[in-house]
């Protein structure tokens, strides 16, 4: 085989005005995550692996490769060289490894592709349905898939009390995603579900540095594509190094080019803005505007998924949260709220798709 970071604290509490105390409410934590890890803490961790070797957009037709499921694969796994050659469709191949994780069980609706996935990463098992992977396990991964709806493959690992990464995003709609946060709550199962610039160094380092530009009122965050697919890269970002704590959204875009002024409880605005490949190419970008000095960040990606994986196993190993899933469904609910403010032309309160 080929071999080829507490970063945020814990969520804003929201002042108590009208918006901000009922989307609280919305978004209220019960309990916290303990380290349920079955007597590996020490040792290597046994995964499972979801829908990891197809790709299908929004209901189109699964295509072989998947771009966040080689790079999981391997970044655990490492991978075979000569059988990487002959995989058929997406291959990323993770230029860094994670020490201590290895993948044992894989699922993916096209079975022939998972099977091949297997091979080339040294998966011991490929399983007929998505509940295997998360039998004699430590924790399941269950990637972007493309559908929107890798949620669904979470409900059986969170019940199992299996510690769960479901990739970005969460859900496609806050309502949807809020269930599933309850859901790892009530059972007391870890959880996580994270764009992964949100742990690049990059954006860690600016983080840290944000304070240095003194008050900051206003800041953009860009990237392209679909709003609540992709557009979550961008705010996850904003998140990253300011915060959580939005109340509205407005969106002042057209199709296709949304320009969304999220409103936070502290009375910062940040514009955030999502283009599809029609009227702009692809890209990552967050400005900072402060009383004391502007910055500018276009962040380095090399090995962002190192970075998100290696996250999530400190939360599996330690029960400590990097990103609380409360505030990935906050995440969720502005995506929400910006698409539906561009279809109503009208400022949209978070509390409103909460409901």
């Known amino acids: 085989m080929t071999q080829s970071i507490e970063t945020r604290n814990s969520r804003r509490s929201f ?3 009208s918006s901000a105390a009922a989307l609280a409410g919305a978004l209220a934590s019960p309990l916290g995550f303990p380290s349920v890890l079955r007597g590996a ?4 961790l046994k995964l499972g692996l979801i829908s990891a070797a197809t790709y299908g957009y929004m209901g ?5 490769g998947s771009f966040h499921g080689t790079a999981f694969a391997t970044v655990c796994n490492g991978y075979d060289e000569a059988k990487r050659k002959q995989f058929e469709g997406t ?3 993770a230029r860094k490894r994670i020490d201590g994780a290895q993948v044992v069980r894989v699922w993916d609706p096209v079975k022939p592709a998972a099977e091949r996935l297997a091979a080339a990463c040294g998966i011991a098992r490929v399983c007929d349905a998505p509940e295997e992977c998360a039998e004699g396990v430590d924790a399941v991964l269950i990637v972007d898939d493309g559908s ?3 949620w669904k493959y979470a409900l059986a690992p969170l019940r199992k009390g299996v510690p769960t990464f479901c990739d970005k995003p969460l859900a496609m709609t806050a309502k949807q995603a809020k269930e599933v946060a309850d859901l790892a709550r009530k059972t007391g199962t870890p959880l996580m579900s994270a764009s992964s610039l949100r742990f690049v160094p990059d954006i860690l380092a600016l983080a840290k540095e944000a304070p240095s530009l003194g008050e900051i009122h206003l800041a953009t965050t860009v990237c392209g594509n679909e709003l609540v697919y992709y ?6 970002m904003a998140y990253a190094v300011l915060g959580g704590g939005a109340v509205s959204c407005l969106n002042v875009g057209q199709p296709g080019r949304n320009i969304v002024r999220v409103r936070f409880q502290n009375g910062r605005d940040l514009v955030l803005m999502v283009g599809e490949r029609e009227w702009m190419r692809a890209g990552y970008q967050i400005n900072l505007y402060g009383s004391k000095g502007w910055r500018s960040l276009t962040p380095n990606l090399d090995d962002l998924y190192w970075y998100l994986i290696d996250k999530f196993f400190e939360l599996v190993r330690s029960g400590k949260e990097s990103v ?16 539906r403010s561009l279809a109503e032309q009208r400022e949209v309160p978070l509390a409103e798709v909460l409901q």
């Open 324 to 339: 609380p899933i409360e505030e990935e469904v906050e995440v969720i609910a502005v995506l929400e709220a910006g698409k």
């Open 15 to 17: 002042l108590k005005t």
């Open 91 to 93: 291959f990323v191949a």
């Open 148 to 150: 929107g709806e890798q």
């Open 41 to 44: 803490a020490a040792g290597e």
């Open 231 to 236: 557009g979550i890269h961008a705010l996850e």
């Open 60 to 64: 189109a037709a699964r295509t072989p």
